[in-house]
């Protein structure tokens, strides 16, 4: 063999140990803190379309949302919401087409008060009116059936006396004449 080595060397004890105090009563344990969940995303944003006009986008933050989509027949569907100046979260839903055109629904729109249930104005009743006879033809008077003749007969005299200046007037017209 093997040469052996030095032996370890003992070490001197150290200081004899101490009795401890007797120290306060130890505190009881809080209890442990409920996790808190971690709040969702702050705000969030989407946007998709196609080819056929139909698209769909929206957003959300800590104040307001929206969505907005519409179909490939036009009809575009969408909701939105806020909180107001109270703290109220108001809720808007509206729809839009080609046939019906605008409607909305929300709880920020006003609604007109109830009208009172009131009797209804009763129209007054219309007089009896004797019935209507036909008008009787206006008969000429002697004065008026005399001066009728004579004008039909100065008008008959009138009509006869240009017959008879063309009949006169066989030859043909001249520039001269004209």
Not at 149 to 165: D, G, T
């Amino acid at each position: 063999p093997f040469a052996q080595g030095p032996a370890p060397l003992a070490f001197a004890q150290g200081p004899a140990q101490l009795p401890f105090a007797q120290g306060p009563a130890p505190l009881a344990f809080a209890p442990a803190p409920v996790p808190v969940a971690i709040p969702s995303t702050p705000s969030s944003q989407f946007h998709a379309q196609d080819e056929f006009g139909q698209f769909s986008f929206g957003y959300e933050n800590i104040n307001s949302a929206k969505t907005e989509t519409r179909d490939a027949f036009g009809v575009t569907r969408g909701s939105y919401q806020y909180v107001d100046a109270n703290g109220i979260l108001q809720t808007v839903n509206y729809i839009a087409d080609p046939v019906n055109g605008f409607r909305v629904a929300g709880t920020n729109i006003p609604v007109a008060p109830a009208a009172p249930n009131v009797a209804l104005p009763v129209a007054p009743k219309a007089p009896v009116v004797e019935p209507l006879v036909a008008p009787v033809p206006v008969m000429e008077t002697p004065e008026v059936a005399a001066l009728r003749a004579e004008h039909l007969a100065a008008h008959e005299e009138a009509k006869s006396a240009v017959a008879a200046a063309i009949e006169v007037k066989t030859e043909p017209t001249t520039e001269a004449e004209l």
